[in-house]
């Protein structure tokens, strides 16, 4: 049984930066990939950016640039490094690894 526990989120003003880490605990995490979500309110869960144990990294097209995610592998660890943060970056950002997920942290990004 995976449990994802991820923290980090908070307030900030636009294009403020925030790190979010994600951590997993419960199996080993290597060869998986762990994935960034986020959900807003009244919008559907999309993807963020993902990571692979192996260092591959996938970026949604609306992040690229902006974002960037890594990996602890002795950790069991996910990063998402949020950088020039604007409003519609508001979420709750949530931590996925194969089909477990976790409870999520809440970005605002605000004024």
């Known amino acids: 049984q995976v449990r994802l526990v991820e923290s980090g989120g908070g307030l900030v003003q636009p294009g403020g930066s925030l790190r979010l880490s994600c951590a997993a605990s419960?199996?080993?995490?290597?060869?998986?990939?762990m994935g960034w979500y986020r959900q807003a309110p009244g919008k559907q869960r999309e993807f963020v950016a993902s990571v692979h144990s192996l260092g591959a990294v996938y970026y949604s097209d609306f992040v690229k640039g902006r974002f960037f995610i890594s990996r602890d592998n002795a950790q069991n660890t996910a990063y998402l490094q949020m950088n020039d943060l604007q409003p519609e970056d508001s979420a709750v950002y949530l931590c996925?690894?194969?089909?477990?997920w976790g409870e999520g942290t809440l970005v605002t990004v605000a004024s």
């Open positions: 996925n690894v194969k089909s477990s």
């Open positions: 419960g199996i080993i995490v290597g060869e998986n990939f």
